[in-house]
T-cell receptor, first 112, second 110 residues
């Protein structure tokens, strides 16, 4: 079983839709949870960062972590064509400055 | 712009050759990480340096090596290159938990 599982999609939605992206993981030592956005042929860009369980909101983006279920989510409200990208979940352990373990990414297309 | 710079942007080379990828971290970041991204494996951690010292190793091949210099820039050396080494190589830097990625070096081995 992979440490982090992420549905690769692709996911295609109309502009204005609510998008839900998810990852599951198996390693209970993970404490830090991130979402990165990666445009084609570019470096991953940090979108959201959460420590332990709970919700975090930033504009149109909401990240949720449920450690009891080992499940994390990213919601995008009022999606825009500029949101079209690959979304990667990533996580690391208690140490803080540790390696990130990534999901394989979900490719999202928002159609105007 | 994350503040992390990587050179070169693209590299095309032949099997058996050796290449060096360079990374400059964000100002003040002591940790540098190297990752490899391929279509089938996704983003995989290779190695981490902290203030000049190796901190952690991932699935890095013996043909690959890295170092971090006193000015905190880092280099990743890939030798005896094989076709399967073709990938995007990213460097990231951090002060604490959050890592910021550079634009990557696209390596093509022919």
């Amino acid at each position: 079983q992979k440490e982090v599982e992420q549905d690769p999609g692709p996911l295609s939605v109309p502009e204005g839709a609510i998008v839900s992206l998810n990852c599951t993981y198996s390693n209970s030592a993970f404490q830090y949870f991130m979402w990165y956005r990666q445009y084609s042929r570019k470096g991953p860009e940090l979108l959201m960062y959460t420590y332990s369980s709970g919700n975090k909101e930033d504009g149109r983006f909401t990240a949720q972590v449920d450690k009891s279920s080992k499940y994390i989510s990213l919601f995008i409200r009022d999606s825009q064509p500029s949101d079209s990208a690959t979304y990667l979940c990533a996580m690391s352990g208690e140490g803080g400055s540790e390696k990130l373990v990534f999901g394989k990414g979900t490719k999202l297309t928002v159609n105007p | 712009d994350s503040g992390v710079t990587q050179t070169p942007k693209h590299l095309i080379t032949a099997t058996g050759q050796r290449v060096t990828l360079r990374c400059s971290p964000r100002s003040g970041d002591l940790s540098v990480y190297w990752y490899q991204q391929s279509l089938d494996q996704g983003l995989q951690f290779l190695i981490q340096y902290y203030n000049g010292e190796e901190r952690a190793k991932g699935n890095i091949l013996e043909r690959f090596s890295a170092q971090q210099f006193p000015d905190l820039h880092s280099e990743l050396n890939l030798s005896s290159l094989e076709l399967g080494d073709s990938a995007l190589y990213f460097c990231a830097s951090s002060k604490q938990e959050t890592q910021y990625f550079g634009p990557g070096t696209r390596l093509l081995v022919l």
